[in-house]
């Protein structure tokens, strides 16, 4: 009987028996008369033939044992989750740490390496790539804006100042990862092998455009590449993507689901539900969000108040990383030890990648009404993404302005060739407006259809020539 009571839930046993079997009304009722009644000095070692009053004198030397005053920071609650230790104090959660999370980078703003910095290694071959397509990807930007611009394309929205997010983060993954992307990430699609003509035709909604023209500009979408096509809404991919990691866990395929955001889609219903459920269902997906500063006209500041995105996951039980996302070696390095993390442990990981929107949010936008253009040309300038990857891979001799000037004059030549052909391809007939939902369409939509055809027939100077009946 020497031995000291260990835990709050033997004690809690023990002053439970005394309450039955002496008619206390609670165990601390039974807990107070045994002290109250003790008497003084040592306890007789005596054994009483009673057994109710040996399990008394049994209760009450582990009682006296533990002491009238035991520490509440000692007690715990066992709860659906793990133990809850209890705390005398009122005591609230900050809202916020004292300091903000570190972001890990490996080049600093001129591209040189910084000093003990860690990442994952990356050959020549794949270095190249990588900065040929983020080259490939500035240029074909460049190109469909200015098409827009002159009335050839409807709408357009570049990655201009994002693009080692795209490519870096398209690098370290796998063809057979499954994408979810918001509508700036072309650069994963241009990296798995989508081809300029294959843009151009979608931009241009021609009948070689894998949507038959049933999409706006820059909507892509590809089943070969496992490249989900894109989706205006925001943020409604994130519990898809969840849904197709449970998916690929559960066939035990070495794959994960990948999904990109904005700082706005953290906003939104979806990014909560996805997260939480993602958790819950252990499910192999990376969260990719691109905290770009602005969610069109709205700042970051204006948009939550904690500590950017990347704190929002621990909330949710997710382990999170903060990446400045114009270092293309640090988004490479982080990816790729994300995804592995992913399908080795089955678990859900956030990043949040530090970026900037250095184009205006669409050809919609003019961004110089809300911001600064010294801002936007510091950023394009100091923090460039594409000339600090060049000048990392040009001091390993992987590059020269020989290389960089043959490249530009390629693409450039590629790209307007893509736009010419594009341009006179014809475009999907007026029937795919109502095919590929039902395998028998319903009535209403053959109605609509008539509707249609008589309206185009009555009144053919207001629709398009091109568009065959």
Known sequence: MAQHLKSSSS???LL??????????????????????????PLSTNVSPNPITRLCTTVAEKLSSIGSHQDANAQVMDFPGGKVAF????RFISESNEERVPCYRV???????????????????????????????????????EAQRQGRLSFYATAVGEEAINIASAAALSPQDVI????????????RGFTLQEFANQCFGNKADYGKGRQMPVHYGSNKLNYFTVSATIATQLPNAVGAAYSLKMDGKDACAVTFFGDGGSSEGDFHGALNFAAVMEAPVLFICRNNGWAISTPTSDQFRSDGVV???????????????NDALAMYSAVHEAREMAIREHRP????????????????????RYRSADEIEWWNKARNPLSRFRTWVESNGWWSDEAESDLRSRIKKEMLEAIRVAEKTEKPNLNHMFSDVYDVPPLNLREQELQVRKTIKSHPQDYPSDVPL
């Open 87 to 90: 705390t005398p104090e009122i």
């Open 107 to 145: 080049l600093d703003d001129n591209g040189q390496q910084v000093t003990n910095s860690r990442f994952v290694p990356v050959s020549e071959e794949v270095a190249v790539k990588m900065y040929s397509d983020m080259v490939t990807l500035q240029i074909m930007d460049n190109i469909f804006y």
């Open 16 to 41: 439970n028996v005394l309450r039955h079997n002496l008619g206390f009304g609670s165990p601390n009722h039974a807990s107070r008369h045994l002290r109250h009644n003790l008497p003084p000095g």
């Open 11 to 13: 004690k809690s046993t």
């Open 180 to 191: 979810f992307p918001q509508y700036r990430e072309p650069g994963l699609l241009l990296w």
């Open 311 to 325: 704190v929002k996951g621990r909330a949710y039980g997710i382990r999170s990383i903060r990446v400045d996302g």
């Open 349 to 368: 990981i956030l990043i949040e990648a530090l970026t900037y929107r250095v184009g205006h949010h669409s050809t919609s936008d003019d961004s110089t």
